[in-house]
């Protein structure tokens, strides 16, 4: 018997690839009986090919099925049918079963649908913003990964200065000219709808702002 599943470390979804898969069978098969054409793929995601390498404990019995050839967001699944493969003894295999064999490849970039700009209870000057996504995005534990939609580094605020104009242009390029950083204190994520809760350091003075919700380089699906 054997039984194929999303390999431990698999994104689900994913927009990385190869896509990977695990095979492992109840006792150790005639390896030379067991290749790419006894993989069953059925994808969503384009016209998907499959690899498969013997892995640890390399004892006849696991193998990691890679998976590339995905052009559109969908899924792949991996399977294994009945009688394709052979153990030592020359018994053909079972099908296989699955707790969990399919991947969804992810092509489509989260969006920022819009942002409201909040007042603070005590009416001294808005004390947040609300940033709502097209769709989920990560939120990882604590608030410093690169890629959390918590960070307070993903979101630049800038004030502009005496010129009137906002010189900063994006957040890889950082604060430029007279313009005035605002400190974001903290960031809070809730679903659904998926969407940022921008906690100001202290309440907006008067004045001209531009929020940059930082892209390509951090906030991620």
């Known amino acids: 018997s054997v039984t194929v599943e999303q390999s431990a470390g698999q994104s689900d979804p994913t927009s990385s690839t190869p896509i990977l898969f695990t095979a492992t069978f109840n006792e150790a098969i005639d390896t030379a009986t067991f290749t790419a054409a006894d993989i069953t793929l ?24 890679q998976v590339t050839g995905m052009t559109t967001s969908g899924t792949v699944t991996a399977s294994i049918i009945a009688g394709v493969v052979k153990d030592l ?57 690169p890629d959390d939609v918590t960070n307070p ?13 906002a010189d900063t242009a994006s957040c890889l390029g950082g604060v430029i000219a007279d313009d005035i950083q605002v400190s974001v204190a903290s960031v809070d994520y809730f679903t659904p709808p998926p969407s940022a809760k921008v906690n100001l350091a202290a309440p907006l003075a008067t004045g001209n702002y531009r929020l940059f919700i930082c892209g390509t380089t951090s906030i991620v699906d």
């Open 89 to 145: 003894g020359g018994n053909d295999n079972l099908a296989s079963t699955s707790a969990d064999n399919v991947v969804t490849y992810d092509t489509t970039s989260p969006n920022v649908i819009t942002t409201t700009l909040q007042a603070s209870y005590n009416s001294t000057g808005p004390g947040y913003f609300m940033v709502y996504f097209s769709e989920e995005v990560n939120n990882p534990a604590g608030n410093t990964d």
């Open 153 to 165: 580094a993903n979101y630049l605020l800038i004030e502009k200065g005496t010129n009137g104009t």
């Open 42 to 65: 059925t994808s969503t995601a384009g016209a998907v090919s499959a690899n498969v390498t013997e892995v640890a404990p390399n004892n006849g019995t696991t193998f990691e099925i």
